[in-house]
């Protein structure tokens, strides 16, 4: 790949995982909620699930989506509900320590696998893929591809978790939590309009 091309593949990437979407209202809620330290094993979970999500469609899914739209159509309105319930629970979160032994941050696994029904990380993926694989080198490609949001989606989740755990102590009284935790709904709700109106087809 050549050095522009890189360039501009990891500007394109920077610019969409820094951007305000559901993954990173949800590790800022999450730092809030838990502090950065329980966060980690989420934070790593967006910004190395996602990468692996991007090879695997580089290296032939986004065939399979050209050939069988209905799965992305499927994976779209799974990822939406999911996404509505998430909004809901961030609404509803109570303060740090009175959510009961229940409540816990996302494990590693389980951020990893919400990228598989995140409709922005289906359109982020098939987007890139679609404009920096060309086929002459599929493995090598799709891999590099990976590697750059691996980089870039490290910086961002670090950057959001921290931003959660840096507001924790403003966020101390129940008002401020409400409308922070209100906030950070709203945003997944919003993305959640825009990314329906979006198109999974390559």
Known sequence: ????????????????V??????NAMLASSAVGFGFRRTVPHLF????????MVFAVGFGLGEVFRQYPLIGEVLRWIGAALLLWFAWRTFNAPPPGEGGSGRRPFTFVEAAAFQWVNPKAWIMAISVISQFVTGQALVLEA?????VY???GLTS??????FGAALKRFLST???LQMFNAV???????????????????
Request: proline letters at 8%; hydrophobic letters at 60%.
């Open 174 to 176: 129940p008002s401020r």
């Open 18 to 23: 820094w951007t305000p979407g559901p993954n």
């Open 150 to 152: 691996a980089v870039c």
């Open 1 to 16: 790949m050549p050095t522009e091309t890189l360039l501009l593949l990891f500007a394109i990437a920077a610019g969409t």
């Open 143 to 147: 891999a590099i591809c990976a590697g």
């Open 184 to 202: 950070m709904a709203l945003l997944i709700v919003a993305s959640i309009a825009m990314l329906l109106r979006s198109d999974l087809s390559l």
């Open 157 to 162: 989740a670090s950057g959001w978790a921290g």
């Open 45 to 52: 979970g967006v910004a190395l699930g996602f990468p692996m």
